[in-house]
C-alpha cells in the first residue's frame, strides 16, 4: 500500500551514485525533501522525470527543498546515468527494493513504480503523486506541493 499525506517517512540509509550514504533523517536536517521512485534509469520515461527534476531544481531549492530519486539500480549503473543527463542531486540504490517496499512505490502488476512523496523536515508526508506515465507531472506537482510548504512556513 503506497503512503499518503499524513504518514510519517520511513526512514532509509542509502548509497547514491557517487558511494556516499544519504538518511532520510540527515536529508531532512535540511528542510523538506521531494523523495521520487522511479524504476530504472536511463528508460525514457524515468529519463524525462530525472530531467525534469534537474530542469525544476532552481525552483524547488528557492522553495527550500531538495530532490532525491530511487530505483533498484547499482550504484555504477547511476552515476552512468547522472554523468550523461547532468543530473547533480543524489540518486539512491535501493537494490533490493526495501525502501520502496516500505513506501509502498509499485507501479501496475506490482512492478516497480512511479511516486513522489514531499515530505516536510518533520518527516510527515505532505504529498504524494502517483502515475506511471505521466513523468512531468510528477515534477510540477512536486514543486506546487513544495511552493505551498514554503508558502505555509513549513
Known amino acids: 500500500m503506497t503512503l499518503k499525506a499524513g504518514d510519517m517517512a520511513?526512514?532509509?540509509?542509502?548509497?547514491?551514485?557517487?558511494?556516499?550514504?544519504?538518511?532520510l533523517a540527515a536529508l531532512l536536517a535540511e528542510g523538506p525533501l521531494v523523495v521520487f521512485f522511479y524504476p530504472k534509469a536511463g528508460?525514457?520515461?524515468?529519463?524525462?522525470?530525472?530531467?525534469?527534476?534537474?530542469?525544476?531544481?532552481?525552483?524547488l531549492a528557492e522553495a527550500g527543498a531538495r530532490v532525491v530519486g530511487i530505483s533498484a539500480d547499482s550504484p555504477?549503473?547511476?552515476?552512468?546515468?547522472?554523468?550523461?543527463?547532468?543530473?547533480?542531486?543524489?540518486?539512491?540504490?535501493?537494490?533490493?527494493?526495501?525502501?520502496?517496499?516500505?513506501?509502498?512505490?509499485?507501479g501496475?502488476?506490482?512492478?516497480?513504480?512511479?511516486?513522489?512523496y514531499v515530505i516536510?523536515?518533520?518527516?510527515?508526508?505532505?504529498?504524494?503523486?502517483?502515475?506511471?506515465?505521466?513523468a512531468k507531472k510528477h515534477v510540477s506537482e512536486a514543486l506546487r506541493a513544495v511552493q505551498s510548504l514554503d508558502a505555509a512556513g513549513s
Open 120 to 134: 516536510d523536515r518533520e518527516g510527515t508526508i505532505r504529498h504524494v503523486f502517483k502515475a506511471f506515465l505521466l
Open 76 to 106: 555504477d549503473a547511476l552515476e552512468a546515468f547522472a554523468a550523461k543527463r547532468s543530473v547533480s542531486y543524489p540518486l539512491l540504490s535501493d537494490a533490493d527494493g526495501t525502501v520502496r517496499k516500505a513506501y509502498g512505490a509499485t
Open 10 to 23: 520511513p526512514d532509509f540509509t542509502l548509497p547514491d551514485q557517487h558511494g556516499a550514504v544519504h538518511s
Open 43 to 59: 528508460t525514457p520515461v524515468c529519463t524525462r522525470q530525472a530531467c525534469g527534476f534537474r530542469d525544476a531544481h532552481d525552483e
Open 108 to 116: 501496475p502488476m506490482g512492478l516497480d513504480g512511479r511516486v513522489t
